[in-house]
């Protein structure tokens, strides 16, 4: 398909694995690709990688003159800006490990993840629109996260940071619909990468909280995000969408009753 002809895209945190991904589908689907990350010399080699006249950029999502310079290349390069899928996010596993609960996290630490993940989409956001409403629309595209819908046990500034960035795609897309703005989240449920991989015990836990046979992949972001930035969903905004195997769709209880109730037994997890 090429539901994304004459497109230009600008992917935030594009060198990383649910970027990556989402710059090839776009870019297979006839857009071209801007990777903005801040690791500049990975986003090059990214875009290398992906040809079709995809751009690697350096893009500090912390720093409002990146953002906003990094905005106003693409404009003069490409000559508009169609899609800004806001993906980017501070996700390190520093930070993380120090991430934990309001009495243990460090305060540079929550500002560090609030700067970024929240402050950092609404910079995106104010730079790019003013140039999608020039060029007569555009579609945002948010990366939140399940995290943002339920609590958890580690890790608060994080889902904070991710519940606020729903509130944030459903006010930037009530306040510019009328100026054929699109905006959406999409919410990643647990994805395998190289990171969770290395903990097979809790992607077992993880994989039998699932509702589907396996634990998500980028490709099943990346088809999200294509979908939400193509015309074909242009009836479409203000929402938030799960993916995530069903994750957070059933009972608390119901993993750990499957063996219970299962007339042929214990199922496997």
């Known amino acids: 398909m090429n539901r994304l002809e004459g497109k230009v895209a600008i992917i935030t945190g594009g060198a990383g694995g649910l970027g990556s991904a989402s710059a090839e589908r776009f870019a297979d689907e006839g857009a071209t690709v ?76 929550w500002d560090l ?50 519940a606020a960035v729903i509130g944030l795609t459903k006010y930037v897309a009530a306040q510019h619909g009328r100026q054929n703005i699109r905006c959406n989240a999409i919410l990643p449920g647990p994805i395998m990468n190289d990171s969770l991989g290395q903990y097979p015990d809790l992607v077992r836990l993880i994989k039998k909280q699932a509702l589907t046979s396996r634990i998500g992949k980028p490709a099943d972001i990346a088809a999200m995000a294509a979908f939400l930035a193509a015309d074909e969903s242009e009836y479409i905004t203000g929402q938030a969408y799960s993916v995530d195997g069903g994750h957070l769709a059933h009972q608390p209880q119901m993993a750990d009753m499957r063996p219970i109730e299962s007339p042929d037994g214990p199922q496997d997890e």
């Open 34 to 109: 801007v990777i903005a990350d801040i690791v500049e010399d990975v986003a090059k080699a990214t875009a290398e990688k992906i040809g079709r006249g995809a751009i690697g950029l350096h893009f500090d999502c912390s720093d409002p003159a990146s953002i906003e310079g990094g905005i106003e290349e693409v404009v003069s390069r490409l000559g508009k800006i169609d899609i800004l899928f806001n993906n980017a996010a501070a996700t390190s596993f520093e930070i993380h490990e120090q991430d934990r609960t309001a009495v243990d996290v460090p305060i540079e630490i």
């Open 113 to 162: 993840v609030m700067n970024v993940n929240v402050r950092g989409v609404m910079l995106g956001c104010k730079y790019a629109i003013p140039h999608m409403i020039k060029n007569g629309g555009g579609s945002i595209i948010n990366t939140a996260s399940d995290s943002g819908l339920a609590g958890d046990n580690i890790r608060i500034a994080y889902g904070t940071s991710k």
